[in-house]
Nanobody
């Protein structure tokens, strides 16, 4: 059984930074390929960043040059460093395999509870 636990969200002013962390267990293995998704209010969940066992990471245009995805120090964790945050970055952030977000899979599998990020002055 897959378990995903996201943490690190909060309220931050525009221009600020947050670091999200995702811990996975179960058949995700060592999380070689993982992604971070965002669901903004009233919008569909979309992939914003992904890391792969080989090749360059993926970033959505809206977060490129501001967000950095990296494997965490702890085992089976993937972090998302978010800098220069904007109000439009507000949403619930989830981690999961990137295949669904890249249109490579129809079933996203299990989701965690997500972590809320609110960017507001």
């Amino acid at each position: 059984q897959v378990q995903l636990v996201e943490s690190g969200g909060g309220l931050v002013q525009p221009g600020g930074s947050l670091r999200l962390s995702c811990r996975g267990s179960g058949r995700l293995g060592n999380m070689n390929n993982m992604g971070w998704y965002r669901q903004a209010p009233g919008k569909q969940r979309s992939l914003v960043a992904a890391i792969f066992s080989g090749g360059a990471p993926y970033y959505a245009h809206s977060v490129k040059d501001r967000f950095i995805i990296a494997r965490g120090v702890a085992e089976n964790t993937v972090d998302l460093q978010m800098n220069s945050l904007k109000p439009e970055d507000t949403g619930v952030y989830y981690c999961n395999l990137p295949d669904y977000g890249l249109g490579l899979a129809d079933d996203p599998g299990s989701w965690g509870q997500g972590t809320q990020v609110t960017v507001s002055s």
